[in-house]
């Protein structure tokens, strides 16, 4: 059985350069509370 979890903030930090991702992520962690979920997304490293 999968049990889905459903996140409290989704981050969009696509076509973002370094540091901005980083930044974003703080931020958006700062105004959360104890286990909360964040989802980020970004493209992929090739």
Request: glycine share 6%; aromatic share 0%; with cysteine.
């Amino acid at each position: 059985m999968t049990e889905n979890i459903t996140p409290d903030t989704t981050l969009d930090c696509k076509g973002l350069s370094c540091p901005m991702p980083l930044l974003k992520t703080k931020k958006a962690i700062k105004g959360m509370s104890s286990g909360q979920i964040i989802t980020l997304c970004q493209h992929p490293i090739m």
